[in-house]
Nanobody, 122 residues
Framework: VQLQASGGGMVQAGDSLRLSCAVSGLTFSVYNMGWFRQAPGKEREFVAA????????RYSDSVKGRFTIFREDAKNTVYLQISGLTPEDTAVYYC????????????????WGQGTLVTVSS
């Protein structure tokens, strides 16, 4: 199983980014997909998740209204559209896959990508 996150970079406050996560080695359409992030010196935290059937989404309060998660099952890819970036969004962003209910805890996700770094300057 491989999850390959991409799309990170160095941006300025107020900019937008789209992160992608390409998945292989599992039946993508039956997995919930999540995005997490880890800022320097902090624990990994939940950002957003989307259910396998795409009829459920959930977001952390800190990103609600600025981040949008969506998926393209035909491409085995999940995306995180980020707008209104602030320096507080600086972190390594990870995608992860799970089954069953739509969890927010890291240990409920058995599969993880390697992360993509987003750095936001003020």
């Amino acid at each position: 199983v491989q999850l390959q996150a991409s799309g990170g970079g160095m941006v300025q406050a107020g900019d937008s980014l789209r992160l992608s996560c390409a998945v292989s080695g599992l039946t993508f359409s039956v997995y919930n997909m999540g995005w997490f992030r880890q800022a320097p010196g902090k624990e990994r935290e939940f950002v957003a998740a989307i259910s396998d059937t795409e009829n459920r989404k959930r977001y952390s309060d800190s990103v609600k209204g600025r981040f949008t998660i969506f998926r393209e099952d035909a491409k085995n890819t999940v995306y995180l559209q980020i707008s209104g970036l602030t320096p507080e969004d600086t972190a390594v962003y990870y995608c992860a896959a799970s089954q069953g209910w739509l969890p927010k805890r890291t240990y409920d996700y058995p599969y993880w990508g390697q992360g993509t770094l987003v750095t936001v300057s003020s």
